[in-house]
Structure formats: C-alpha cells, structure tokens
C-alpha cells in the first residue's frame, strides 16, 4: 500500500457524500429545496450551504490555506449563528451549489497537497485544535455523510425519493406497496412494544 492510497480512500468517500448532497435538489422546485421539514429548520439547500462552509474552514483556514472567496455570511456581523443553515430568498441554488463546488475544488487542492500527517490548527477546537489532514478528512467525511443523512429523510419528506445516488437508490425493492406493508409492520411492532413495556 502506497502513502497515497489511504488519502485517495478518503477522498473518494468525500466525493460520494459530495455528490449524494447536490444529488438531492434534483427535480425539485425553489420552495422544496428550501422549507424547512424539522422543529430546527432542517431543509436540503442550507444543508448545502453549511457542507460549503465547513469545507472552506477545515480545508482552507486549518491548514493557512484560505479560500479566495470569503463566505458571503461572514461579512454579517449581525448575522444569527445559524445563517449558514438555510438560504435567504435573494441566495440562489446556483449561488449556494457553485459555491460549494467552488468550495470543494479548493479542498481538493489542500487534499492533493499536503501530506496526510500535515499539521494544521483548529482555532474553533480550543486546546485540542492541533491536527494532521488526515484527521480533518476523516472529520469531514463523517459530517459531510451525517449531513447526506438528513438530506435523504428530508428528501424522503418531500417526495419520497430515497438514495444516495439518481442510479441506485440502495434500498431492498422499489415497490411502493411493499413500503407500504413495511411501513405497517414497523409500527405495529411499536404498537405492541408500547404494549408490553414497563
């Protein structure tokens, strides 16, 4: 196994995680990508928007690498601290998707040049802010696919469409009576749990 290989897994899982995210706006129109479908305001094209954020900070900040394009929300002084969680009505989805395309090709190059055991400093992390690439990608591509995560049950609620990928959505059959049937079967199994608990 060469050095390069453990970098290009990691890299690899990323851009699947990248790709599943930009995957679920697909077919939909500008109020689906945007309305949020939890109590905390969880909605596809913010999620987007965060990922754009998250990268620029571990992959240009950490490592003295800063993304030439400042995220346009850190100009905001005033901004809430969750204004890189949904999109206003004047930021586009082409805006915010070449944003984060923007974003990653960045990533890609701090990817492709640094060493796995680079040194770089999370100021964010406090004492425990000393870290290596390695370590930042395997951080990134844990939150880039929890965040893939949401946006498949979000996805899901807005019109059923599940997957990670428009090819293969990953799941046992794609009948919608045999979800059906599933779906019965589950919450009859909570029904009767609730039942006999306690």
Do not use: C
């Not at 453990?6 to 945007?34: C, F, H, N, S």
């Amino acid at each position: 196994m060469t050095r390069s290989e453990p970098k290009a897994t990691l890299q690899r899982y990323l851009q699947v995680g990248r790709d599943a995210m930009l995957w679920k706006l697909d077919g939909l129109g500008e109020y689906d990508i945007r309305r949020p479908l939890t109590p905390t305001g969880t909605n596809l094209l913010g999620l987007i928007k965060h990922l754009a954020g998250v990268e620029a900070g571990y992959f240009g900040e950490v490592f003295s690498r800063p993304l030439a394009e400042p995220m346009p929300w850190d100009d905001d002084e005033d901004a809430d601290r969750t204004v890189d969680m949904w999109a206003t009505a004047n930021e586009s989805r082409a805006a915010i998707t070449g944003l984060y395309r923007r974003v990653w090709a960045h990533a890609d190059q701090t990817i492709e040049a640094l060493d796995l055991d680079a040194i770089g400093h999370v100021p964010w992390w406090g004492e425990r802010g000393e870290v290596t690439l390695h370590q930042i990608l395997v951080h990134v591509v844990a939150e880039t696919h929890r965040h893939a995560g949401h946006a498949d049950i979000t996805r899901e609620l807005i019109d059923g469409a599940v997957g990670m990928r428009s090819n293969s959505s990953n799941m046992p059959w794609t009948e919608a009576a045999k979800w059906t049937e599933h779906y019965g079967r589950v919450e009859e199994a909570a029904r009767l749990a609730s039942q006999t608990a306690g």
